[in-house]
């Protein structure tokens, strides 16, 4: 099992950004997965979750400004990133559904 | 949104000491499908946190059986049956019984 992030990139506040998380080694269409998110210094923060059938779910402090997709045909992971805040600066990691398998993880900064 | 409260925020142990971490949730985290969704991951300094513990009291594949969970409802521990250098870091309870989905804020574990 293997769990690869892209995207990462120093955006200014108000802009948008789309991460990647690339899969493989097991059947990616069968699991959910998870996008979390740690800021420098600070703990682990659950940002979203997509299901094996597509269903999402958010936390409260991205809602509406972050989405999350699946591509099960190209096994991959999506997290769009809006209005980005400062506060969103983090390495973001996306896991496995029981957070069995996790990314190396991808830096975000916002930033002007 | 459910919160988890992990205590102590920092333990320092020397090596062989057994060591225990308490994670309290403000709601019970039995499912309707009769499962309680509480994990237990460790994350070593730079490195992506890693599974330990899943379904309160699961060891994960590959996990030493030093590692151990109990609990249920809405109080839970993990339980480390002598602390070898390898197991200092952070330790982070984290539930996907209620959405949105919640961490701990995390208990360092540290050298005496």
């Known amino acids: 099992v293997q769990l690869v992030e892209s995207g990462g990139d120093l955006v200014q506040p108000g802009k948008s950004l789309k991460l990647s998380c690339s899969a493989s080694g097991f059947t990616f269409s069968s699991f959910g997965m998870h996008w979390i998110r740690q800021a420098p210094g600070t703990g682990l923060d659950w940002v979203a979750y997509?299901?094996?059938?597509?269903?999402?779910v958010y936390a409260d402090a991205v809602k509406g400004r972050f989405t999350i997709s699946r591509d099960n045909a190209k096994n991959a992971l999506y997290l769009q990133l809006n209005s980005l805040k400062s506060e969103d600066t983090a390495i973001y990691y996306c896991?496995?559904?029981?957070?069995?398998?996790w990314g190396q993880g991808v830096m975000v900064t916002v930033s002007s | 949104d459910v919160v988890l409260t992990q205590t102590p925020p920092t333990f320092s142990a020397t090596i062989g000491q057994s060591v225990s971490i308490s994670c309290r949730s403000s709601q019970s985290l039995l499912h309707t499908n009769g499962n309680t969704y509480l994990n237990w991951l460790l994350q070593r300094p730079g490195q992506p946190p890693q599974l330990l513990i899943y379904?309160?009291?699961r060891l994960e594949s590959g996990v030493p059986n030093r590692f151990s969970g109990s609990g249920s409802g809405t109080d839970f521990t993990l339980k480390i049956s002598g602390v070898e250098a390898e197991d200092l870091g952070f330790y982070y309870c984290?539930?996907?019984?209620?959405?949105?989905?919640?961490f701990g804020a995390g208990t360092k574990l540290e050298l005496k």
């Open positions: 896991s496995r559904g029981s957070f069995d398998y």
């Open positions: 379904l309160v009291s």
């Open positions: 984290v539930q996907t019984t209620h959405a949105p989905y919640t």
């Open positions: 997509i299901s094996s059938s597509s269903g999402t």
